[in-house]
């Protein structure tokens, strides 16, 4: 079976940093593109990062640009997202994806797989 479990997050002060991980099990990881979205309460899931099997081609939400890495270590199944210069407003619930092409994708609707989510809560 096909896993996603994320970690790492938690409750931090604006202009914290934390670091999110997304562990992937039952899947050929190298071959598939991950990406990272978020979703509020009583908000739509967006889209924050993505990246490529080979660990380029990286995209980000204009919110998050120069603030957010996404990264990626295939030799240990895991994909990373530093997030830096916390904001009030990137409170939400951040989900791991993974889908079945080695590129990474800003839609939904392209993803195969889902984590849990791991909450992220910054105070002001």
């Known amino acids: 079976q096909v896993q996603l479990v994320e970690s790492g997050g938690g409750l931090v002060q604006a202009g914290g940093s934390l670091r999110l991980s997304c562990a992937a099990s039952g899947l050929s990881f190298s071959s598939y593109g991950m990406g990272w979205f978020h979703q509020a309460p009583g908000k739509e899931r967006e889209f924050v990062a993505a990246?490529?099997?080979?660990?380029?081609?990286?995209y980000y939400a204009d919110s998050v640009k120069g603030r957010f890495t996404i990264s990626r270590d295939n030799a240990k199944n895991t994909v990373y997202l530093q997030m830096n210069s916390l904001k009030p407003e990137d409170t939400a619930v951040y989900y791991c994806?993974?889908?079945?092409?080695?590129?990474?994708?800003?839609?939904?609707?392209?993803?195969?797989?889902w984590g849990q989510g791991t909450q992220v809560t910054v105070s002001s």
């Open positions: 990246i490529g099997w080979g660990g380029g081609t990286e």
């Open positions: 994806a993974a889908r079945r092409w080695p590129v990474g994708s800003n839609w939904p609707s392209d993803y195969d797989y």
